[in-house]
């Protein structure tokens, strides 16, 4: 005896329909990764990154609902880029450029000023920013790096920040 069913597969909706995701750092990396996600679970994407070549390739490729490139360090810039935002938005992640590493005696203090504001300034600018824009219960996301991790301890000034941008998160 056999059994035949004409049933069709049962396709579950799309977890994120409707929701609008705004990433920034969404051009390469884990965050071209992560909106690229977003949009095949039905999330209206909104894009930002330094490289404009690269962002309107991507934004095509995804059809964003909009994209901007900027440097997101550039916290004048990033206070008009929320304030461009529809009024809500769902989820906000944000990426970024990895850590600065040198010996001290090589230490390229320009960088690691751009490191300082990458890493501990920009996600506090964010939240800012994001606080009227974001529906409650959605996400704030920050991705972090490796310096915390125990084999990069030789590094303490990458150490010292990743450590100091944690703990303001919390």
Known sequence: ????????PIQPEPQLA????????????????????????????VLAARNPERLQYVASELAALHSVAFDA???????????????????????????????????????????????????????????NKVRPGRTLLFMGGTPGRRYFMKFRTSCAIWSAAVSSAK
């Open 1 to 8: 005896m056999s059994i035949v069913t004409g049933a069709s």
């Open 18 to 45: 409707g929701q609008t995701v705004v990433v920034i750092g969404g051009s390469a990396g884990i965050g071209l990764e992560t909106a690229r996600l977003a949009r095949a679970e039905g999330a209206k994407l």
């Open 73 to 131: 360090t550039d916290f004048e810039r990033l206070a008009q880029f929320f304030g461009e935002l529809p009024s809500t938005i769902d989820h906000v992640l944000v990426t970024g450029p990895g850590p600065c590493y040198a010996p001290l005696a090589e230490f390229d203090f320009q960088k690691a000023r751009r490191d300082v504001e990458a890493h501990l300034f920009l996600p506090l600018q964010v939240a800012r920013h994001a606080a």
